[in-house]
């Protein structure tokens, strides 16, 4: 990326980016050999994802209770925005737990246009829509890990 945008990326850590990808890829092999029985779900990556985020206390408890509850069990997609959108309007939000919130419904809604308009997206997960339900959980979870690293 910097090679083809370097005004865009010139402050990106790619040693920073390295370290976060391992440490997630260590804690996913740890919770593998510990539990092989729950990762039937499609939704096993946004959990990993949100447990690693606990572990390293990146996330708060109520932001990790939230996403977990209703993020990583399936639904519609419209009931998950609705979700969020109505836990921003709570009052006791801290800021930074509003920041997170705020990139996961930002990512979730970007991801959501892309599966709509890409055929070749839908074409991966053959018209399955559950795979693309956790997919696109997975995109807006995921961006937890990487927003303090840069764009």
């Known amino acids: 990326m910097k090679e083809k945008n370097s005004d865009i990326f010139k ?19 740890k919770a593998h050999i510990n539990n092989n029985a ?61 920041k997170q919130i705020e990139i996961v419904k930002s990512i979730f809604v970007s991801s959501n246009e892309y599966w709509k308009k890409s055929a070749n997206a839908k074409a991966a997960i053959d018209g399955d829509k559950r795979k693309e339900r956790s997919v696109i959980v997975a995109d807006a979870i995921g961006a937890l890990i990487w927003w303090e690293t840069g764009p």
Not at 22 to 27: A, H, I, K
Not at 57 to 74: A, C, P, Q, R, V
């Open 11 to 29: 402050n990106v850590n790619e040693n920073e980016l390295i370290s976060k990808f391992s440490q997630l890829e260590n804690f996913k092999k």
């Open 38 to 98: 729950r990762f039937n779900s499609p939704y096993s990556n946004s959990k990993d994802i949100l447990n690693f985020l606990r572990e390293k206390n990146k996330i708060s408890e109520k932001n990790y209770n939230f996403l977990f509850k209703n993020l990583t069990e399936d639904s519609t997609l419209d009931n998950k925005l609705n979700s969020i959108n109505h836990y921003l309007t709570k009052d006791d939000l801290s800021v930074e737990e509003r």
